[in-house]
Structures are given as structure tokens and as C-alpha cells.
């Protein structure tokens, strides 16, 4: 059951968009209305915030808000919604780059709750007393969604539906990928290529970061480092290579560049309050923001990625949109006055610091963000009331304009910022993470939560992108990699450079990118499924087994897909894990393709060891998880042959899907396969291919 109060004014974010079933008008709520077990108290005018508060049983757990900082059970901080360009993902900090504000409560009451508002929002999930949650958000309008069921799983199933379906990413897009800030020319990228093609190791894609433009603007190639982009382009394709250059949200101030001047004659960028454009500072300098919360401003900024896709572009990273402001340009003068007024001071332990907070502040300050405005549905409102929406607009941009340019093909998109409904037009990245065990950890924490909000297609920097990543930390890291759906080495420039031919064991290396393919029709086919059937691809344990407590206790084990588990090791110098298991499982030690061990493994508590070449899989009672011979990017894995990985007591039957992966209408039931095992090994396929399948 699904019931909708809508509070005051709220600004209309289009986060829903399937209100079927929903209980409730569009009209003013009252509190009385919400159900007993919640407390809300609603402001009535702009002052006024409202809070929605929950009292907790000693036991309950909350998951979900998406993309955020510690663990897959959220209960005990504080969180914010927020979108913030903070690298430093350290367990103190409270919002990251997205906002997600839905959320599940599992105890006494099992219960979801969406608040659809783009302004701030706090959760105190637990932080101020233990046993409460108390929701605040800023003063203005809001939304605010109550779901619920009997099946945590069906409650988001049932949220799934209400906000629409998840984005698709080409089949290309689930191959390995290679990125850092720093390839400057056509040489470093072809170097990258041809390590890996001559040392075997499986490779899709190359990332464009910002040098790959002309002094930063966007949808510019820099002349002189790619001379001739479209035959460069097309040159990686034919070694099958799909190039991903970066999009920034800041449009560069300068004459002449056809985007700023078409923006600035259109009205097309935020303005201030007295109408002139606000300038703030990012890569190029001064720059414009464009308004991707007017809709005419929206397909203008939309379309520029014409010029990238006519040169054989079909893949795209946005970056910066939360967005990241360097400075705002009044603000940087006014500190540059207070810093000649320090210089005529003795600097003591006061004002040195003083001054040492000023300059660090200067970047993305909340009062900047105040004065700066939107021209959003034919009102002008100030960006911090819907701040929590322009990495939403900015890859909505994108993903409309490509349904207009190539209405029939998928093009890979995903963002760094994000709103509850971007789901829908691309997927997200988790952000500069850092070269640490601790982010590791973090990458599979997050993954249930970003699918319960429609996020499918992502995945961390694989290594870390800021600070130095050691050998054992990129292995450990590509092993969790393998599984999500966005597999990409990235790093900093600065940083170690972190490609695996600058480390030592090629061979390591070779075969755990290789697993991915290997792997590749089973989470092809997960997150497919997942996709059509507003479904999880990552689960956490107490999703698929509700009654096991031990297993609402589990934070570093995740459920992918129906078939099986992971337990990656994340731990510096370990040669193995503790796991649990709620129930009888086989395990499948991996080393590559063609080598790994199994062990039947009953239920309970198990140490388990795991090299650092090695991956664990764990294997459902009666399930199978399907595999190919692997490739050396996805065009060449062949899945008219599988392989299958299975544990089978009675019968285990697999619904295996498939197509061409570049086509945007699917049929899902007329892409599946059904594989049907029985305990005598008898192996049976019937449905949308012919394919041979073969237990192993």
C-alpha cells in the first residue's frame, strides 16, 4: 500500500511518475491523516521546516538513501541530502554527491518512506536519540510517500514501479574499463590499448577526462593532442575500443566559443537576482551554468552532445554537476579583500586561522549557492530551493536529447551527482573515492541502496581515484569490480598511476579482468531482469532471508542477482574471510576461466581463505549461475555456448536473458531463456535461442 501527503507547495521534481494505486490527493495534507505510527509536523510558510518522526524499536533496521557514507544498515548518523563535490569520503562526513530520500524501515513496523523534495533534507537516522528518526527538511513544500507490505523486497518493487524504469546501458558498457585524469594525447590512449591487447588482458573503453578539451570547454576537442578525433575514434573501434569523453556542467566564459555565445543570447544559464548571469569558477576559470531545470535550456545543452556523437562518440560521463562551484565570483573578490586586510595584520593563533577557514571556505559555499537562480516551470526560483536536482537536469539533458538524436540506440551516460528520477536517463558513479581498504568496503555498501532508488548501472572507481594504490588493494578491488555493472580503473592525476601493467603480476591481473567476461551473461542478464522488473540486482542478505537474524547482521556479503553471493576480501595483507551463510551453499574459489576449486560449505560460520588471485563466489541450493569461455572485450564473448556453475539438490531452473545490447525497446520475456537442471545433471534449454549448455 502506497499513500501520498503532499505538504504546501512543493516544487514538482517528476521523481514520480507512475501514480497508479497511490492513495491520496494532490491537494494539502494534514497530519492526521498520516498513519499512527509516524509523527509529522508540518511548517505552514517558507520559514518553516517540517520533521517526520518515527520512534524505533530496540532492533530495527533502516536501508536505502542511496549513494552515502558508511554502512548498508543506516541506522546511528546523521545524513543529509545534500549534493556535495567532497572527495574525502570519511565516515564523519554526511552527504555525498546524490540525494536519494527513500528509505526502509524493518522492526516492529516494516515501512518506506520517499520524501520528494529537491531542498535539504536531514535524517537523523538515530544520531540525537537512539531510538528516534526524526526526518527534517528545510522549509518549503514536499511530498512525502508511506509504503508499506509484509516484503521489504516488494516494497521496493512497488517504489520501483512508482518512479519508472531504470536506465539501460549498451552491452559494450559492462566490458572492463581503463580511465585516469591525465592521458593527454592519442599516443597515451593507444599506449593503454596496446598493453592490454598484447598482454591479453580484456578492454572495452578508454575515458576522455578533461584534457581530451580545448582549454576545458565543453564539446571541444583539443586539436593539437587529437588532430584528427572522428578517424581517432574510429581507429579505437576497430580494436574494439569504445572511447568516453567527460561533460562538465560550467560553460566557459569567453567570446567567440559558440556555446557561451549561444547560451548567454538565449537566457539559457542561471542568473542572479537582478537578471545577469552568475559567474562562478570551475576547470576553464569563469564560467556560466547552464539551466538545465528550464526545459528550453535543457534541450539546448541536451543537443550539444550532437557534435560528440557525429564524431563516433556513444558514451558519456557528466561530472561536476552538483555543481561544484570553485568559487562564486563576488564572493572570491570579497575575499580577496579580506586577505589585504590579513596582510596588515601579526597573525596569531586567532587570525591565522581566521584566515585559513576563509580560504578554504571559498569553495562551494551554501551562501553562494543562495544567490543564483533558476527560471524552473515559468517561476524564478533560487537554486538552493532545488539544488538537489541540477545533476538530475544535467544528464536528463543528455538522455532526452538521445532519444531525439538516436532514437533506437543505447548510449552509455552516467553522472556524478543524482536525484531520485535520473535513474531513468542514466546511471551513476560513486564519486572520488581514495585509494583505501575503508572505500573498498564502501563500494559494496552502497550498491544496495543505489538499486533501491532505480540505480542499476554503476560501480566505484576501481583502485580509488585519489592517493596511491597498492597492488593488493587494486586486486582486491578489481575482484569486487568484476560484479558491478560499471567496471572502470580510474585515478588522479598526481596519484600512482594505476593501470595493471605497472604492477608486477601480470598474470593475476589478466585472469580477474578476465572473470568479468567470463561472468559477463549471468549479470548481463541480472541486471536486465532487475531493469524490466523494477528489481535489486545487489541485495543484502536479510532481503532474501528475512527470518535469519544473523543475517540482518551481515555488512560485507551481498546477494547478486537470484543464483548467488560475494564476499570480496577487503582487508590489507588477509589471505582469506570470515562468511556466513543462511543456508547450505557451494563455494567456487576462482582463479580464472578455467581454474578454481569448490567446496561444499553447510550453513553457518566459515573462515574461508582467498589469495590475493583469487575470487569467492558462492553458489544458492538449487540455482546455477551461467558463464562463457570469456573474450577479450564483449563483441567477442560467445554465448551461444555456456558453462554452468551450479548446485543442484532437486532442480534448479534459470531464466537467462539476452539480445543485441544496443537496442533501446526490449522485450523481456521474448529475450529469455529458460535452463532447466536436474540432480541426475540432465540439462535442458528452451526458449528465445538455441544455445549448449554444459555443467561444470
Given at each position: 500500500?502506497?499513500?501520498?501527503?503532499?505538504?504546501?507547495?512543493?516544487?514538482e521534481?517528476?521523481?514520480?511518475v507512475n501514480?497508479?494505486?497511490?492513495l491520496?490527493?494532490r491537494?494539502?495534507?494534514?497530519?492526521?491523516?498520516?498513519?499512527?505510527?509516524?509523527?509529522?509536523?508540518?511548517?505552514?510558510?517558507?520559514e518553516?521546516?517540517?520533521?517526520?518522526?518515527?520512534?524505533?524499536?530496540e532492533?530495527?533496521?533502516?536501508?536505502g538513501?542511496?549513494?552515502?557514507?558508511?554502512?548498508?544498515?543506516?541506522?546511528?548518523?546523521?545524513?543529509?541530502?545534500?549534493?556535495?563535490?567532497?572527495?574525502?569520503?570519511?565516515?564523519?562526513?554526511?552527504?555525498?554527491?546524490?540525494?536519494?530520500?527513500?528509505?526502509?524501515?524493518?522492526?516492529?513496523?516494516?515501512?518506506?518512506?520517499?520524501?520528494?523534495?529537491?531542498?535539504?533534507?536531514?535524517?537523523?537516522?538515530?544520531?540525537?536519540?537512539?531510538?528516534?528518526?526524526?526526518?527534517?527538511?528545510?522549509?518549503?513544500?514536499?511530498?512525502?510517500?508511506?509504503?508499506?507490505?509484509?516484503?521489504?523486497?516488494?516494497i521496493?518493487?512497488?517504489?520501483?514501479?512508482?518512479i519508472g524504469?531504470?536506465?539501460?546501458?549498451?552491452?559494450?558498457?559492462?566490458?572492463?574499463?581503463?580511465?585516469?585524469?591525465?592521458?593527454?594525447?592519442?599516443?597515451?590512449?593507444?599506449?593503454?590499448?596496446?598493453?592490454?591487447?598484447?598482454?591479453?588482458?580484456?578492454?572495452?573503453?578508454?575515458?576522455?577526462?578533461?584534457?581530451?578539451?580545448?582549454?576545458?570547454?565543453?564539446?571541444?576537442v583539443?586539436?593539437?593532442?587529437f588532430?584528427?578525433?572522428?578517424?581517432?575514434?574510429?581507429?579505437?573501434?576497430?580494436?574494439?575500443?569504445?572511447?568516453?569523453?567527460?561533460?562538465?556542467?560550467?560553460?566557459?566564459?569567453?567570446?567567440g566559443?559558440?556555446?557561451?555565445?549561444?547560451?548567454?543570447?538565449?537566457?539559457?544559464?542561471?542568473?542572479?537576482?537582478?537578471?545577469?548571469?552568475?559567474?562562478?569558477?570551475?576547470?576553464p576559470?569563469?564560467?556560466?551554468?547552464?539551466?538545465?531545470?528550464?526545459?528550453?535550456?535543457?534541450?539546448?545543452?541536451?543537443?550539444?552532445?550532437?557534435?560528440?556523437?557525429?564524431?563516433?562518440?556513444?558514451?558519456?560521463?557528466?561530472?561536476?554537476?552538483?555543481?561544484?562551484?570553485?568559487y562564486?565570483?563576488?564572493?572570491?573578490?570579497?575575499?580577496?579583500?579580506?586577505?589585504?586586510?590579513?596582510q596588515?595584520?601579526?597573525?596569531?593563533?586567532?587570525?591565522?586561522?581566521?584566515?585559513?577557514?576563509?580560504?578554504?571556505?571559498?569553495?562551494n559555499?551554501p551562501?553562494?549557492y543562495?544567490?543564483f537562480y533558476?527560471?524552473?516551470?515559468?517561476?524564478?526560483?533560487?537554486?538552493?530551493?532545488?539544488?538537489?536536482?541540477?545533476?538530475?537536469?544535467?544528464?536528463r539533458?543528455?538522455?532526452?536529447?538521445?532519444?531525439?538524436?538516436?532514437?533506437?540506440?543505447?548510449?552509455?551516460?552516467?553522472?556524478?551527482?543524482?536525484?531520485?528520477?535520473?535513474?531513468?536517463?542514466?546511471?551513476?558513479?560513486?564519486?572520488?573515492?581514495?585509494?583505501?581498504?575503508?572505500?573498498?568496503?564502501?563500494?559494496?555498501?552502497?550498491?544496495?541502496?543505489?538499486?533501491?532508488?532505480?540505480f542499476?548501472?554503476?560501480?566505484?572507481?576501481?583502485?580509488?581515484?585519489?592517493?596511491?594504490?597498492?597492488?593488493?588493494?587494486?586486486?582486491?578491488?578489481?575482484?569486487l569490480?568484476?560484479?558491478?555493472?560499471?567496471?572502470?580503473?580510474?585515478?588522479?592525476?598526481?596519484?600512482?598511476?594505476?593501470?595493471?601493467?605497472?604492477?608486477?603480476?601480470?598474470?593475476?591481473?589478466?585472469?580477474?579482468?578476465?572473470?568479468?567476461?567470463?561472468?559477463?551473461?549471468?549479470?548481463?542478464?541480472?541486471?536486465?531482469?532487475?531493469?524490466?522488473?523494477?528489481?535489486?540486482?545487489?541485495?543484502?542478505?536479510?532481503?532474501?532471508?528475512?527470518?535469519?537474524?544473523?543475517?540482518?547482521?551481515?555488512?560485507?556479503?551481498?546477494m547478486?542477482?537470484?543464483?548467488?553471493?560475494?564476499?570480496?576480501?577487503?582487508?590489507?595483507?588477509?589471505?582469506?574471510?570470515?562468511?556466513?551463510?543462511?543456508?547450505?551453499?557451494?563455494?567456487y574459489?576462482?582463479?580464472s576461466?578455467?581454474?578454481?576449486d569448490?567446496?561444499?560449505?553447510p550453513?553457518?560460520?566459515?573462515?574461508?581463505?582467498?589469495?590475493?588471485?583469487?575470487?569467492?563466489?558462492?553458489?544458492?541450493?538449487?540455482?546455477?549461475?551461467?558463464?562463457?569461455?570469456?573474450?577479450?572485450?564483449?563483441?567477442?564473448?560467445?554465448?551461444s555456448?555456456?558453462?554452468?556453475?551450479?548446485?543442484v539438490?532437486?532442480?534448479?531452473?534459470y531464466e537467462?536473458?539476452e539480445?543485441?545490447?544496443?537496442?533501446?525497446?526490449?522485450?523481456?520475456e521474448?529475450?529469455?531463456?529458460?535452463?532447466?537442471?536436474?540432480?541426475d545433471k540432465s540439462?535442458?534449454?528452451?526458449?528465445?535461442?538455441?544455445?549448449?549448455?554444459?555443467?561444470?
Amino acid at each position: 500500500m502506497v499513500k501520498r501527503f503532499r505538504f504546501g507547495r512543493p516544487i514538482e521534481t517528476e521523481a514520480v511518475v507512475n501514480e497508479a494505486g497511490i492513495l491520496g490527493g494532490r491537494v494539502g495534507a494534514s497530519v492526521q491523516d498520516i498513519p499512527g505510527f509516524l509523527k509529522v509536523t508540518a511548517g505552514t510558510g517558507m520559514e518553516e521546516g517540517s520533521t517526520v518522526i518515527y520512534e524505533m524499536g530496540e532492533r530495527d533496521a533502516i536501508y536505502g538513501l542511496g549513494e552515502n557514507v558508511r554502512g548498508i544498515n543506516k541506522r546511528g548518523w546523521l545524513y543529509e541530502s545534500n549534493c556535495t563535490d567532497d572527495c574525502i569520503h570519511t565516515e564523519s562526513k554526511h552527504s555525498l554527491y546524490a540525494a536519494h530520500n527513500f528509505f526502509l524501515v524493518d522492526g516492529r513496523e516494516r515501512f518506506a518512506i520517499f520524501v520528494d523534495a529537491p531542498q535539504k533534507i536531514v535524517f537523523d537516522m538515530g544520531f540525537q536519540e537512539r531510538s528516534r528518526l526524526a526526518v527534517k527538511i528545510a522549509p518549503g513544500g514536499f511530498v512525502l510517500y508511506i509504503l508499506e507490505g509484509d516484503d521489504l523486497r516488494g516494497i521496493v518493487r512497488e517504489f520501483r514501479r512508482m518512479i519508472g524504469k531504470s536506465y539501460l546501458a549498451p552491452k559494450w558498457a559492462f566490458g572492463y574499463g581503463q580511465s585516469r585524469w591525465g592521458y593527454q594525447n592519442e599516443e597515451d590512449i593507444r599506449e593503454v590499448v596496446r598493453q592490454h591487447r598484447e598482454n591479453g588482458v580484456p578492454l572495452d573503453s578508454v575515458y576522455l577526462d578533461i584534457d581530451y578539451m580545448e582549454q576545458y570547454k565543453d564539446f571541444t576537442v583539443d586539436g593539437e593532442r587529437f588532430p584528427e578525433f572522428p578517424a581517432f575514434v574510429k581507429e579505437m573501434r576497430q580494436q574494439g575500443i569504445h572511447l568516453v569523453p567527460i561533460i562538465d556542467a560550467g560553460v566557459k566564459i569567453e567570446e567567440g566559443y559558440p556555446v557561451y555565445e549561444e547560451g548567454l543570447e538565449n537566457g539559457y544559464f542561471c542568473k542572479k537576482a537582478d537578471g545577469t548571469e552568475f559567474v562562478g569558477g570551475v576547470w576553464p576559470g569563469r564560467v556560466h551554468f547552464p539551466d538545465v531545470l528550464n526545459e528550453k535550456a535543457r534541450r539546448w545543452f541536451g543537443l550539444k552532445y550532437q557534435v560528440l556523437l557525429e564524431q563516433g562518440i556513444d558514451g558519456f560521463w557528466n561530472d561536476m554537476n552538483e555543481p561544484a562551484l570553485f568559487y562564486a565570483e563576488e564572493y572570491l573578490k570579497e575575499a580577496f579583500g579580506k586577505l589585504a586586510d590579513y596582510q596588515k595584520q601579526e597573525l596569531n593563533i586567532h587570525s591565522f586561522f581566521a584566515m585559513k577557514e576563509m580560504l578554504l571556505g571559498v569553495s562551494n559555499r551554501p551562501e553562494d549557492y543562495q544567490t543564483f537562480y533558476h527560471d524552473y516551470q515559468g517561476e524564478k526560483i533560487c537554486h538552493d530551493q532545488v539544488h538537489n536536482l541540477y545533476g538530475y537536469g544535467m544528464t536528463r539533458a543528455a538522455g532526452e536529447a538521445f532519444d531525439e538524436l538516436k532514437p533506437e540506440q543505447r548510449i552509455l551516460l552516467f553522472s556524478r551527482a543524482s536525484y531520485v528520477g535520473m535513474h531513468r536517463y542514466g546511471g551513476v558513479w560513486m564519486g572520488d573515492n581514495c585509494s583505501w581498504w575503508s572505500h573498498l568496503l564502501m563500494n559494496l555498501q552502497m550498491l544496495p541502496g543505489l538499486n533501491m532508488c532505480g540505480f542499476l548501472y554503476t560501480g566505484a572507481d576501481l583502485g580509488g581515484f585519489g592517493e596511491d594504490a597498492t597492488e593488493d588493494l587494486l586486486l582486491r578491488w578489481l575482484g569486487l569490480g568484476i560484479f558491478t555493472p560499471l567496471m572502470r580503473n580510474h585515478s588522479a592525476m598526481g596519484t600512482r598511476m594505476q593501470e595493471f601493467y605497472r604492477f608486477g603480476h601480470v598474470d593475476d591481473f589478466r585472469n580477474i579482468i578476465g572473470l568479468r567476461y567470463v561472468f559477463l551473461p549471468y549479470l548481463y542478464s541480472e541486471f536486465m531482469k532487475a531493469a524490466m522488473r523494477d528489481d535489486m540486482m545487489f541485495l543484502p542478505l536479510a532481503f532474501v532471508y528475512p527470518e535469519d537474524e544473523m543475517a540482518a547482521g551481515v555488512e560485507d556479503q551481498l546477494m547478486v542477482g537470484e543464483s548467488m553471493m560475494i564476499a570480496p576480501v577487503y582487508r590489507q595483507n588477509a589471505r582469506g574471510r570470515y562468511v556466513y551463510l543462511p543456508e547450505e551453499m557451494k563455494l567456487y574459489r576462482m582463479r580464472s576461466g578455467e581454474d578454481w576449486d569448490e567446496e561444499m560449505l553447510p550453513a553457518g560460520h566459515h573462515y574461508v581463505p582467498a589469495e590475493l588471485n583469487e575470487v569467492l563466489v558462492f553458489v544458492r541450493p538449487d540455482h546455477v549461475v551461467v558463464l562463457s569461455s570469456g573474450g577479450g572485450c564483449v563483441e567477442k564473448v560467445d554465448t551461444s555456448r555456456l558453462d554452468l556453475l551450479h548446485f543442484v539438490k532437486t532442480e534448479a531452473v534459470y531464466e537467462w536473458y539476452e539480445d543485441d545490447g544496443y537496442q533501446k525497446k526490449v522485450n523481456l520475456e521474448a529475450g529469455i531463456t529458460r535452463i532447466v537442471v536436474k540432480s541426475d545433471k540432465s540439462v535442458r534449454a528452451e526458449g528465445a535461442r538455441k544455445i549448449e549448455c554444459r555443467l561444470v
